[in-house]
């Protein structure tokens, strides 16, 4: 683990400013997945190196090492960041991207199901699919973020992709010729990963929830859709989610219950994509696409 004279030893630098920043040996392993036996070696090899102490024995850094962090922890995290926007992944020869999304039912009522014309006007590119609700970070493994309410914190381009319109849905054989009366007597499913829709709605429509009949609780909206296709009861989501299943008779709108959202899909191709020039590209092709199932459903 010695360095020689000429060479600057690095491991031992981020090691210094992890405890630096983390005030004790103890924190610094565990932040960086060591031992602290590992770490003081560290602190021993960048004491000899520069030829002076960098912490006391309390623990606490002299004045020395209160400098030398100050002037090296900004350009290592700059280091640090710059390496992992720029990583290419193993196998970027391969003509894949990864797309992220947090919108599960958008991904399996839309997306999926036109990849494929996708992967053909590009030259087969396979596109693998991940949902996720975490807050991505720089070191996650996507080309694309497919959102509503997440941000990416690195470099990126953005597409909006769809302004949100709310619709209240039903089976035909419920809601055909009824008005928005009938929320009133008929449940309304309640999804749960999306609980500010329900009062978005309700706000619109000058109603509120003790004007309606709460029915049962689904995670997702791609769960509540067989419900309220085969069920006795209402569903309010997004119209470009139940779009073809109304285009295709098994779900009817319920006149007048149409009204923005105030969300909006969006669509980010980080810079560190090994394919940045077909994440680009396959966000273009989702922008046009939604813009063609919302003339659709206009129609």
Same mark, same amino acid.
């Given at each position: 683990?010695?360095?020689?004279?000429?060479?600057?030893?690095?491991?031992?630098?981020?090691?210094?400013?992890? %405890?630096?920043?983390?005030?004790?040996?103890?924190?610094?392993? /565990?932040?960086?997945?060591?031992?602290?036996?590992?770490?003081?070696?560290?602190?021993?090899?960048?004491?000899?190196?520069?030829? @002076?102490?960098? =912490?006391?024995?309390?623990?606490?850094?002299?004045?020395?090492?209160?400098?030398?962090? &100050?002037?090296?922890?900004?350009?290592? *995290?700059?280091?640090?960041?710059?390496?992992?926007?720029?990583?290419?992944?193993?196998?970027?020869?391969? &003509?894949?991207?990864?797309?992220? /999304?947090?919108?599960?039912?958008?991904?399996?009522?839309?997306?999926?199901? &036109?990849?494929?014309?996708?992967?053909? *006007?590009?030259?087969?590119?396979?596109?693998?699919?991940? #949902?996720?609700?975490?807050?991505? /970070?720089?070191?996650?493994?996507?080309?694309?973020?497919?959102?509503?309410?997440?941000?990416?914190?690195?470099?990126?381009?953005?597409?909006?992709?769809?302004?949100? *319109?709310?619709?209240?849905?039903? $089976? $035909?054989?419920?809601?055909?010729?009824?008005?928005?009366? =009938?929320?009133? #007597?008929? $449940?309304?499913?309640?999804?749960?990963?999306?609980?500010?829709?329900?009062?978005?709605?309700?706000?619109?429509?000058?109603?509120?929830?003790?004007?309606?009949?709460?029915? @049962?609780?689904?995670?997702? &909206?791609?769960?509540?859709?067989?419900?309220?296709?085969?069920?006795?009861?209402?569903?309010?989501?997004?119209?470009?989610?139940?779009?073809?299943?109304?285009?295709? +008779?098994?779900?009817?709108?319920? $006149?007048?219950?149409?009204?923005?959202? +105030?969300?909006?899909?969006?669509?980010?191709? %980080?810079?560190?994509?090994?394919?940045?020039?077909? @994440?680009?590209?396959?966000?273009?092709?989702?922008?046009?696409?939604?813009?063609?199932?919302?003339?659709?459903?206009?129609?």
């Amino acid at each position: 683990m010695a360095a020689r004279d000429d060479e600057v030893p690095l491991n031992a630098i981020r090691a210094f400013v992890t %405890v630096a920043r983390e005030g004790s040996v103890t924190r610094a392993a /565990t932040s960086l997945g060591t031992t602290q036996s590992s770490v003081s070696r560290y602190l021993a090899v960048l004491r000899d190196y520069l030829g @002076a102490d960098l =912490i006391e024995r309390r623990g606490r850094l002299t004045e020395f090492g209160r400098l030398f962090a &100050n002037a090296v922890s900004e350009p290592l *995290e700059t280091v640090s960041f710059t390496a992992k926007r720029m990583r290419r992944r193993a196998g970027a020869g391969t &003509n894949r991207i990864v797309v992220r /999304t947090s919108l599960s039912t958008f991904a399996f009522s839309l997306l999926i199901p &036109n990849l494929q014309t996708f992967s053909s *006007e590009a030259g087969g590119v396979i596109v693998d699919i991940i #949902s996720s609700l975490a807050h991505p /970070t720089s070191s996650d493994d996507f080309d694309i973020l497919i959102t509503r309410d997440l941000s990416v914190i690195e470099p990126a381009d953005s597409w909006e992709i769809y302004k949100e *319109e709310l619709v209240c849905v039903g $089976p $035909p054989n419920l809601v055909g010729g009824r008005e928005l009366s =009938i929320v009133r #007597s008929t $449940p309304i499913l309640n999804v749960t990963s999306r609980p500010d829709i329900l009062p978005t709605w309700l706000r619109a429509m000058n109603l509120s929830s003790s004007d309606i009949r709460v029915g @049962a609780r689904y995670d997702h &909206n791609y769960l509540a859709l067989p419900a309220v296709m085969t069920g006795k009861c209402l569903l309010v989501a997004p119209e470009i989610i139940v779009g073809d299943l109304v285009r295709g +008779g098994a779900l009817q709108i319920i $006149p007048g219950t149409r009204t923005p959202s +105030g969300m909006q899909y969006r669509a980010y191709a %980080v810079d560190r994509s090994a394919h940045p020039e077909i @994440a680009r590209s396959f966000c273009r092709w989702l922008a046009r696409l939604c813009k063609k199932v919302v003339l659709a459903q206009a129609a």
